[in-house]
């Protein structure tokens, strides 16, 4: 079973931030939070992930909050190609590393 | 560079087919990985291969068969599929698998499979 909650979908407007909701109130001490995008009928991009600390790289940013019950990614200027389906995954080491994807978040970017 | 290739983009066979699904990494990954994707639906995994050793078989029905000959070579064997194994076949590696890290998979094209 999917240890995240996403809601199914959100819109932004071309330029805006966009920030992606993730629930994972089940999450160990030892798992990191990933997330991946895929494009329509693409491969699953990776974007980030993160443990405890918020992270950023050039594509996002991932805020986690401090009880680690719930994270957000955010893209700060988001533009057409972001058009994707977001998928947030809670993850362990060993044994336990399988990426196991939920429903994930229909991201629609608008003009 | 994170590429992972996967040949070939298209194939459609018939149910008494055999064929094979390739992929390929050059980043010196040791772990491998078979998902299978069907419309509107997220991917799930099939096969995990650590090491060139298959560490994992998600009770993957014995039509499709993995082959790991080397350590950036992946192959999936059909034969005699099903009309619903029509998916996209995702293919991904990762620096070291199920060895203890939570290291980061990436992620081919795939393959998008119609059997009729």
């Known amino acids: 079973d999917a240890k995240t909650t996403q809601p199914p979908s959100m819109d932004c407007a071309e330029g805006r931030a966009a920030n992606l909701p993730c629930n994972h109130s089940?999450?160990?001490?030892?798992?990191?939070v990933y997330w991946y995008r895929q494009i329509h009928s693409q491969g699953p991009q990776y974007i980030i992930h993160?443990?405890?600390n918020n992270e950023t790289n050039e594509m996002a940013s991932l805020i986690i909050t401090e009880d680690r019950k719930s994270s957000t990614l955010i893209l700060p200027h988001a533009t057409l190609r972001d058009t994707a389906v977001y998928y947030c995954?809670?993850?362990?080491?060993?044994?336990?590393?399988?990426?196991?994807f939920g429903k994930g978040i229909t991201l629609s970017v608008r003009p | 560079d994170t590429e992972v290739t996967q040949t070939p983009k298209h194939l459609v066979m018939g149910m008494t087919n055999k064929k094979s699904l390739k992929c390929e990494q050059h980043?010196?990954?040791?772990?491998m990985y078979w998902y299978k994707q069907k419309a509107k639906k997220p991917p799930e995994l099939m096969f995990v291969?650590?090491?060139?050793?298959?560490?994992i078989n998600e009770s993957v029905p014995s039509r499709f068969s993995p082959e790991c000959p080397n350590s950036s070579l992946l192959n999936l064997h059909l034969h005699a599929l099903q009309p619903e194994d029509s998916a996209l076949y995702l293919c991904?590696?990762?620096?070291?698998?199920?060895?203890?890290?939570?290291?980061?998979?990436?992620f081919g094209p795939g393959t998008r499979l119609t059997v009729l």
């Open positions: 991904a590696s990762s620096q070291y698998g199920t060895s203890g890290y939570s290291d980061t998979q990436y």
């Open positions: 089940t999450i160990s001490g030892n798992e990191y």
């Open positions: 993160g443990l405890k």
């Open positions: 995954i809670v993850r362990g080491t060993g044994a336990n590393s399988k990426l196991t």
């Open positions: 980043m010196g990954h040791r772990a």
């Open positions: 291969y650590s090491y060139e050793k298959l560490s």
